[in-house]
């Protein structure tokens, strides 16, 4: 039975059990309405306890109907008898109450939630709004303000939070249901949310700055406007009303254009490790070492530190190993503070630092962050070869060097793999795993576990310059210089990539990251004869001049006081590189930039598909969303490409 009723004296417990995340299905809404009818009709049951089995409340809508037309009852009705019933209903909260199951949880007369339960309206996230009154019922439960930015931030709260500011009624000290129970016998009557007045309604001008800050970050997501003005009605007009309007804007957006890519890419995120390697037994994991303390060294050791991995990191000197180690602490002091480390002291007891490679003898996984040199890397593996265990894997977090040549270093090269993380690592949610021509099937195994443990979605990619993003990522670098030569400016292009709905174009992000890397890249490709006919020198020539971006006051732009101002220097620098090439440098309109960067971004990202890097078009879409910025609402190129030519 997906939902059933046991009874504890006059409580009647009704228990929904639809693994694995309980989603609010036709099974779940059909049981929950029958429940209804039959704990109304029951003369023995005086409330009722709503409760899930398995590890979570109702996590949300069942994603799998969305394409399907509606079926029969609709949440909002399920709710509606919930809230309207004469016998106290109270939610039993654990786990993570999302979407349809938070708005069931509030359509409840009371709720009381585990200690680590999480609540929250996510559904922007997949191109909606809350379509079953949660634009209505949380604005009367929490203040009117905190029910906006819930409702368009799209991020849950945490069950300490959602006590404070009134969601709930009470957290569970011991036993969540029998605490349930005790909480239903207590209340003789039913309180329904609907009754409640707004929090904090005569605040509107509070309500509405907020609001307009929340607007300017929308950036063309049309779920978040759309979500802004829901609440803005919840809070303003009358429930019924709000409540209707609410559904239809539900409705709309749910066979959005926006809305189809967003459950894309949800679908395409869970679907990166559907690789029969990732299926066997991994490698255990306890003990990782880290060598390099720069910035993707500190970012590595603390992801994993605050996943409960104990870490070595190892540095080349002292001043060095002291600067890196200053900055893990930092790094955890500044999570702690945000409440996402509970037990700081416990977590800086497994980290630990050394100059020493023979404090990685026990070590089952070292991955290297060290300069982006092949020599240094070579060395690298060459000491962790002789140190470390036999079985121990080995990783390098190159961003562009061929890991076979790397992994060749070794006596066994199938321990060897790529762990390709983004910066700042404890942060970004993106690893491409890199598999070179040996690696063993129960490394990838491990790598794939890893990913999971890390809570990041890790995505398979074949070894070639750049793996899937950063190769990607060069050819689009290198439309947009072909740009300037024809005609665009930096600004220009900077401008169409974020009307597209990039947070930053592709210069700006240059000047924000630092055009030295990059450069030494394009020296090292040149030397390698990898860089051919074409070359634009733009960049090198900025370089040339120690416009190495913001650290530097300058790069594409002039960085003064904080703002990226348009640079006669490099004006100039292009006109004459336009002219050593011979363009004529056109006027060029601003809607002819995203078409061609699209269009770069598509060809590369077909070749590495055609050559077998990356598994799958899907794949490319979540490197480039997760990595790359590549505006979420689209899906990734290749869907939106493949949507535009139907
Ligand atoms: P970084 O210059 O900030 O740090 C490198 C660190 O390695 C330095 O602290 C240096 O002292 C240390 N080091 C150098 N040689 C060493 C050795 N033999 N033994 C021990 N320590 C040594 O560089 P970074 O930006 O952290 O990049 C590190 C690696 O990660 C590079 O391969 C880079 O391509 C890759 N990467 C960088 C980014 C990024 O955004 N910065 C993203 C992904 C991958």
């Known amino acids: 039975m997906t939902v059933s009723i046991d009874t504890q004296g006059r409580v009647a417990i009704v228990t929904i059990d639809n693994p694995p995340v309980n989603a609010s299905s036709q099974a779940v809404r059909a049981g929950l309405l029958e429940a209804v009818t039959k704990t109304e009709d029951d003369p023995d049951v005086d409330a009722v306890v709503l409760a899930c089995a398995g590890r979570t409340f109702v996590a949300g809508a069942d994603v799998r109907e969305f394409d399907l037309p509606l079926m029969e009852p609709h949440l909002p009705d399920v709710i509606a008898a919930i809230e309207a019933a004469s016998k106290p209903w109270v939610a039993a909260i654990h786990g993570t109450a999302l979407g349809g199951g938070l708005e069931l949880a509030m359509g409840c007369h009371f709720r009381i939630a585990d200690p680590m339960a999480r609540m929250g309206l996510p559904e922007v996230n997949l191109g909606l709004v809350p379509g079953a009154g949660g634009t209505v019922r949380l604005p009367r439960l929490v203040e ?24 709930i009624d009470a957290i569970a000290t011991s036993d969540l249901l029998d605490e349930a129970v005790a909480l239903a016998v207590e209340h003789a009557a039913p309180r329904r949310t609907l009754e409640n007045a707004v929090v904090g309604a005569s605040d509107a001008e509070a309500f509405d700055k907020t609001a307009t800050g929340l607007r300017r970050k929308v950036r063309g997501q049309e779920s978040i406007a759309a979500a802004i003005d829901a609440v803005g009605r919840g809070v303003r007009l009358p429930a019924d009303e709000a409540l209707a309007a609410e559904r239809a804007a539900f409705l709309a957006l749910k066979s959005s254009d926006q809305a189809r890519a967003l459950r894309h890419i949800f679908f395409a995120e869970r679907a990166t490790l559907a690789d029969p390697r990732a299926k066997l037994t991994p490698r255990p994991l306890q003990r990782i070492g880290v060598i390099g303390g720069g910035t993707m060294g500190v970012g590595i050791v603390s992801a994993f530190l605050m996943r409960g991995f104990e870490v070595t990191l190892i540095e080349r000197d002292e001043a060095s190993l002291h600067a890196g180690a200053d900055r893990v602490h930092a790094t955890l002091d500044s999570s702690a503070k945000r409440g996402l480390l509970p037990d700081l002291d416990a977590v800086s007891a497994r980290f630990d630092t050394a100059i020493d490679y023979a404090a990685l003898s026990d070590a089952d996984l070292v991955i ?19 140190v470390t265990k036999p079985d121990a894997i080995l990783a390098t977090n190159t961003s562009y060097l061929d890991v076979n040549a790397i992994a060749a270093v070794l006596s066994d090269p199938s321990r060897a793999v790529g762990l390709h993380f983004f910066s700042p690592a404890h942060v970004m949610k993106l690893l491409e795993i890199v598999l070179p021509g040996a690696v063993a099937e129960d490394v990838v195994a491990t790598a794939a576990k890893l990913s999971k443990s890390l809570g990041k979605i890790g995505v398979l990619s074949g070894v070639c310059d750049g793996f899937i993003g950063n190769r990607i990522m060069s050819a689009y670098r290198a439309e947009a210089d072909r740009l300037l030569i024809d005609g665009a400016s930096p600004d220009q292009v900077d401008s169409a990539m974020r009307a597209y709905g990039f947070p930053i174009g592709v210069f700006e992000m240059q000047d924000l990251a630092g055009l030295d890397i990059a450069w030494a890249m394009r020296k090292r490709r040149l030397a390698e004869g990898k860089i051919s006919g074409g070359y634009i020198r733009i960049a090198d020539r900025l370089c040339e001049i120690g416009r190495f971006g913001r650290k530097t006051g300058a790069g594409w732009y002039d960085h003064v006081d904080g703002t990226a101002l348009p640079s006669e220097v490099v004006m100039s620098i292009i006109a004459e ?47 480039m969303v997760n990595g790359y910025s590549f505006p979420r609402w689209k899906g990734g190129p290749m869907f939106a490409a493949r949507s535009a030519g139907g």
Do not use: W
Request: hydrophobic share 50%; glycine share 6%; net charge negative.
């Open 577 to 623: 590189e336009r002219q050593t090439m011979e363009a004529v440098g056109k006027a060029f309109a601003t809607e002819d930039v995203m078409p061609r960067i699209l269009g770069a971004m598509t060809r590369e990202a077909e070749a590495v598909l055609a050559e077998g890097i990356a598994r799958s078009a899907e794949d490319i879409d979540v490197v």
């Open 368 to 386: 290297e962050a060290v300069f982006e040199d092949m020599e240094v890397k070579k060395q690298v593996f060459a000491r962790l070869d002789q």
């Open 144 to 167: 009117a303000e905190l029910a906006l930015t819930m409702i368009a931030g799209g991020k849950p709260i945490l069950a300490n939070v959602a006590l404070t500011a009134g969601l």
